[in-house]
């Protein structure tokens, strides 16, 4: 099994920044993808971004392009989303999760998830 354990979230107001963490624990594996989803009161959850083992990164969500960046440090088992400028409509239920494998490989969907973090509320105040 594998522990995915979030942190960071909580209230900011509008055009302010949080950084969130994630790390693996466990049966964790070589050269996994880690990545981002979140999910909004009454919508679907969507994906953010993933990146790769080599640090690819996959296109950002439309909605947070400019303002979020991924990144991981592989040594900590660790990835991290930086959020920017952030929005009342970022407010949501973060969700850091770990699928596939390969160096170059990063999850595009929900559906090729392995395991999912129990996930942080961030809150943007207008």
């Known amino acids: 099994q594998v522990q995915l354990v979030e942190s960071g979230g909580g209230l900011v107001q509008a055009g302010g920044s949080l950084r969130l963490s994630c790390t693996a624990s466990g049966r964790t594996f070589a050269r996994y993808s880690m990545g981002w989803f ?6 679907e959850r969507e994906i953010i971004t993933a990146i790769s083992y080599s640090g690819r990164n996959a296109p950002y969500a439309d909605s947070v392009k400019g303002r979020f ?18 929005k009342p ?8 999760a770990i699928g596939g494998s390969g160096r170059d490989y990063y999850f ?19």
């Open 89 to 96: 409509e970022d407010t949501a239920v973060y969700y850091c």
């Open 69 to 86: 960046t991924i990144s991981r440090d592989n040594a900590k088992n660790t990835v991290y989303l930086q959020m920017n400028s952030l």
């Open 38 to 43: 979140r999910q909004a009161p009454g919508k």
């Open 108 to 126: 595009s969907a929900a559906a090729e998830v392995d395991y999912w973090g129990q996930g942080t509320q961030v809150t943007v105040s207008s």
